[in-house]
């Protein structure tokens, strides 16, 4: 069962009524279309009672993550064959959970999580159902967001290609690690490597799979190589803005890769590579860990990229590898009360329809 969510409400004040109109439109048509394929699929506006009323849930007294996540888990209650929930929005229409975590690294006081939104009870770290979000930019034009529904409905109906290409761009300094990871998807001699290489709009053009393992920030619209300390540019949001990257799946390793809070596709990797018609990004909102480079041995996000790309490789369904990958990881990795390893799991999100 799939259940798709939003907040008419914050929908409207930022967009206005026709285009809120327009944004439903497509959400019903999504929700249609994944019925045909036989997935039960509820469609639910958290704050108008019209919408929540009929299915015995009480509308939201406020837009808080809590509110909303009372809210599911009251439809889990009823519905305990849920296996997908997709979120519809950004930040301001259905707000990430921030979780506090300074303890780890002073860098991050909160991580913007879906995580939480996954769990019937607060031990969310091992989630219960598979969660996904298409967001919305910054900006008030509605376009972005229904491009990216109409990239969702389409996609349900395409078929790839056979003759799967793969793309991947990685910093020199973690070669080693990243090399391991790419021969999930592809030879690792096509793995580009910066500082040598930057990705150019050829480079991901007809391409499936689009692997990063690169450094990133909260405001760059680059993500960077490196050679020792200093950085590189190796793929910015111009690049991408080249290219129609129709079906991409793309998972990101670098430090807030997934990061969208304030932003908009010209300034978020993540961002423009869903306008230019990717149905998956996978990344971090924070700031990622992994291997230093020395060894071929993965650890933290690593293991989330390798895991991810060995199920997608045999064909899962985006959401049915990333809740797979977080299970596994969770029970290899979480046994020793690892801080490092519990923030890599909060902070990994999934943005496109899961059931793709």
């Not at 939480?116 to 910054?138: C, H, Q």
């Not at 990004?281 to 390798?306: E, F, H, K, Q, R």
């Not at 009360?337 to 902070?347: G, H, P, V």
């Amino acid at each position: 069962m799939l259940l798709i969510i939003s907040h008419e409400g914050n929908l409207r004040q930022k967009y206005s009524d026709p285009y809120f109109n327009k944004i439903k439109n497509s959400l019903e048509k999504l929700r249609d279309t994944i019925k045909n394929e036989g997935i039960n699929t509820s469609l639910v506006f958290v704050d108008n009672p019209q919408s929540t009323n009929p299915i015995n849930l009480t509308k939201v007294q406020n837009d808080s993550s809590d509110a909303i996540l009372d809210l599911i888990q009251q439809f889990y209650k009823n519905n305990t064959n849920l296996k997908y929930l997709l979120i519809v929005g950004g930040h301001q229409i259905i707000p990430f959970h921030t979780i506090q975590q300074s303890h780890v690294d002073n860098s991050d006081h909160l991580v913007y999580s879906d995580a939480p939104y996954a769990s019937s009870d607060n031990d969310f770290l091992l989630p219960e159902w598979i969660v996904g979000r298409i967001p919305d930019g910054k900006s008030n034009d509605s376009n972005f967001l229904i491009s990216e529904l109409e990239t969702a409905i389409n996609a349900h109906s395409s078929h790839t290609n056979h003759k799967v290409k793969s793309m991947g761009c990685v910093a020199s300094s973690w070669q080693l690690p990243s090399q391991r990871i790419y021969e999930n998807i592809s030879q690792s001699h096509s793995l580009l490597i910066n500082p040598s290489t930057t990705v150019s709009s050829n480079n991901i053009k007809d391409c499936l799979y689009h692997y990063f393992n690169l450094h990133g920030n909260q405001t760059s619209k680059f993500w960077y190589g490196a050679d020792g300390r200093n950085l590189s540019a190796a793929v910015s949001t111009d690049v991408i803005n080249t290219t129609k990257v129709p079906n991409a799946i793309v998972i990101s390793q670098a430090c807030y890769g997934a990061y969208i809070i304030q932003k908009n596709p010209d300034n978020a990797i993540s961002l423009m590579y869903l306008k230019m018609g990717a149905k998956c990004v996978i990344g971090s909102t924070a700031t990622a860990y992994g291997n230093n480079g020395t060894s071929p041995i993965l650890y933290y996000s690593d293991l989330i990229a390798d895991k991810f790309l060995r199920k997608i490789a045999c064909g899962k369904k985006c959401g049915d590898a990333f809740i797979e990958t977080k299970i596994e990881y969770y029970q290899e990795s979480l046994q020793n009360n690892d801080k490092y390893a519990e923030k890599t799991l909060i902070e990994f999100v999934l943005y496109g329809d899961p059931t793709l």
